[in-house]
């Protein structure tokens, strides 16, 4: 046993050295810093069998540990962090080692138990107490998970967001209701899926619209960047599809993911049809937002198609009569003269820059000076 316990700190150091130079933030102390099943190994000279269980508040049983019911505990590694915003810490990590060779990593909503073959009885009696300290419930309506890139890996960040109550008879033109109530049917069915196609000029009220619908959903909504979106179809984008089933994805700004492929290599259209309509579809239940500013024709046809598009809107300037009704709800005294847009609406004293307001920039000849 010698040289395989020599091999392996040979590997522990390694990883002690290259986190130390991939982890600025938080150095030996990083999150992928510590492998259970190694440290495991180290402990007993076994390996280990692994039980795991989703959907519990990491928090909680810890406390539950910390009162000694399963026996002395030894903490081996913790993790927490700061939470600005709520002015508190915040549990994440945390790995303890127990009586009779079992070792309980926790995060914030999971638990694995590591314990040798001989524990099986003792591992389940702590499966079973876990178990019971399920995750709070949360109010997903009025929350948007943003997806970002953390260190290579797709990482989602939950924000909160205040509903936009909206008379949508008074925002938007009389068309728009109709398929204000067919969004809002589709994406509350639970396993559907589909794509919803939004559209118009800047400052028509696409963005006001979705602060308003994501407050009206009770499902988990997700925002991509576009930069994103173009890798729906990696295996990390799949897994994240993959543990968040029947899910909204918002795509602003969607032009070169949605741009019928005869005139863009870039297209991502592909995958937005494999995730929409394709065999996945029917395992991920997720529906699909596109807003952007384009006209519909610069749309490829797939995503057009019955069955697969749940709705598409564009969005225009409001009527003189619409658009006086709205200034004058909003105690806006000005009198509207011709069709305008929601921005132009609610900030009629900013100045419109037309093209005669554009800067000239004066460029500098290039001199070249011959050498003989």
């Known amino acids: 046993m010698i040289e395989p316990i020599n091999n392996w700190y040979k590997k522990l150091w390694t990883k002690i050295k290259l986190a130390f130079k991939s982890s600025s933030a938080y150095g030996p102390f990083s999150k992928s810093f510590i492998d259970v099943k190694a440290l495991y190994f180290r402990e007993f000279k076994i390996l280990p069998c692994v039980s795991c269980i989703t959907k519990v508040d990491g928090g909680k049983i810890y406390k539950l540990i910390q009162t000694k019911k399963f026996g002395k505990i030894k903490v081996t590694y913790q993790y927490n962090h700061y939470n600005w915003l709520q002015e508190k810490t915040e549990f994440s990590e945390t790995i303890v080692q127990l009586p009779n060779r079992i070792i309980v990593e926790l995060g914030p909503d999971w638990a694995d138990i590591y314990y040798s073959p001989t524990c099986y009885s003792e591992a389940n009696e702590l499966m079973q107490a876990f178990k019971n300290l399920p995750t709070p419930q949360k109010e997903v309506a009025h929350e948007i998970n943003i997806i970002s890139l953390n260190n290579g ?58 602060r308003h ?118 105690g806006i005294d000005q009198v509207i003269e011709k069709p305008m847009t929601l921005a132009e609406i609610t900030n009629p004293t900013e100045k419109e820059y037309e093209e005669t307001d554009k800067i000239e920039v004066q460029g500098f000849r290039r001199k070249e000076i011959v050498m003989n």
């Open 153 to 210: 890996d797709l990482d989602l960040k939950t924000l909160e967001i205040k509903p936009t109550e909206l008379d949508i008879n008074l925002y938007y033109n009389d068309d728009f209701k109709e398929i204000d109530a067919t969004i809002k049917d589709r994406l509350s069915k639970e396993k559907d899926k589909g794509i919803v196609l939004l559209h118009g000029l800047p400052g028509t009220g696409k963005t006001t619209y979705l």
């Open 213 to 330: 619908l994501i407050g009206s959903l009770k499902k988990r909504v997700m925002f991509v960047s576009p930069s994103i979106a173009g890798n729906l179809m990696n295996p990390e984008f799949m897994d994240l599809l993959i543990d968040n089933p029947n899910t909204v994805l918002i795509i602003e700004d969607a032009e070169n993911i949605i741009m019928d492929r005869k005139f863009s290599t870039e297209s991502s259209v592909s995958n937005l049809l494999n995730i929409s309509d394709g065999l996945l579809s029917d395992c991920l239940n997720v529906q699909i937002i596109c807003t952007f500013n384009s006209a519909i024709t610069m749309v490829d046809s797939a995503l057009m198609r019955k069955g697969r598009l749940i709705a598409r809107y564009e969005f225009g300037k409001l009527d003189i009569v619409k658009a006086q009704a709205l200034s004058n709800h909003l």
